[in-house]
């Protein structure tokens, strides 16, 4: 866990008090749940333009609730879905309740996903019900583009209630939706900003591709990744990186601190459990680790 050291941020930005406002509406493989108390630690010491260039569910901003914010990912359907969840709630989740949740139910809806008119109201309910519904909350594609996640069978939860559509529907009317590479996110940020940045673990095994289909993160991006958020450090920018292992500590600045935390992850693919593991945070804001 990370605290604001006594000497304060260093970083000239109101202080922020952080207050959990509540979940996301979306279950995502590689989530930080359980870290949720000593990223929203940076964030109080930092404060500021929040900005998510790989938002997934977006667990940390959904906890934050932030003034203003820049989420963004690759995943088109994703951005979709936040902007429908953004602009109607109510209708995502009238129509998500009308949807049956029998292992039948979801072979027919994901079908019906994979080919109804991409980046409509549609899709982005079809989107919701098959993150509910599918196995682990993982998102995977085939070569031709098409969902391909098992059904979740005994581990599906309800639907989330109206309320928290609404809830996030409020959050995510604070903040700017966009379906871009992390690269443009990241080079578009000025000084001011809070930067999260949660990258897909680089790997060259089958599980990254399972998790994040057939566009994985490879070498250059993680490279990209590090010269970016050096450059944005450069600007102003306050940032967090969370990456699984210490790799890529020879390529941050040496001044940058680190803390521990406990991740669950899918081990297997489908056929596989979930293990918790630990993962890094890197911060180049002046706090410190608790443990
Ligand atoms: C580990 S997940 C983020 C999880 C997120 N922190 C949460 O709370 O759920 C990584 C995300 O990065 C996205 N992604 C993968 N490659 C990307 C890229 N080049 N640019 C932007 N987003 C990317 C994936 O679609 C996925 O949603």
Not at 92 to 100: E, F, M
Not at 229 to 249: E, K
Request: a positive charge.
């Amino acid at each position: 866990m990370w605290l604001p050291t006594a000497r304060g941020t260093g970083i000239n930005r109101p202080a922020y008090q952080a207050t959990v406002h509540g979940p996301s509406f979306l279950r995502w493989a590689g989530s930080k749940r359980r870290s949720l108390a000593t990223l929203a630690a940076a964030y109080a010491a930092s404060g500021g333009h929040y900005v998510e260039p790989f938002a997934g569910s977006a667990a940390l901003f959904f906890s934050l609730s932030p003034q203003s914010a820049l989420l963004a990912d690759l995943n088109g359907h994703l951005v979709n879905a936040l902007r429908y969840v953004r602009d109607c709630p109510e209708e995502i989740y009238r129509r998500l309740s009308k949807l049956g949740r029998s292992e039948i139910d979801y072979y027919k809806i994901r079908s019906a996903f994979n080919n109804c008119r991409p980046f409509g109201i549609e899709a982005a309910v079809f989107f919701v019900y098959l993150n509910r519904n599918c196995f682990n909350g993982l998102w995977r594609t085939n070569l031709k583009g098409e969902f391909n996640v098992p059904y979740g069978g005994k581990e599906i939860g309800e639907n989330p209630p109206l309320a928290l559509f609404e809830v996030c529907s409020t959050s995510l009317k604070r903040a700017t939706l966009r379906h871009q590479d992390f690269r443009k996110t990241i080079s578009s940020v000025a000084e001011e900003a809070f930067i999260y940045a949660d990258p897909p673990y680089f790997t060259t095994s089958q599980r990254v591709f399972v998790e994040y289909g057939s566009k994985s993160f490879g070498k250059e991006d993680l490279r990209d990744l590090i010269k970016e958020l050096i450059l944005a450090t450069r600007r102003g920018a306050a940032i967090v990186l969370s990456y699984h292992h210490s790799l890529i500590a020879d390529a941050l600045p040496s001044t940058w601190r680190k803390t521990a935390v406990q991740v669950t992850r899918n081990v297997g693919g489908f056929s596989g459990s979930r293990k918790v593991e630990t993962e890094m945070l890197w911060t180049n804001l002046p706090i410190e680790s608790v443990t």
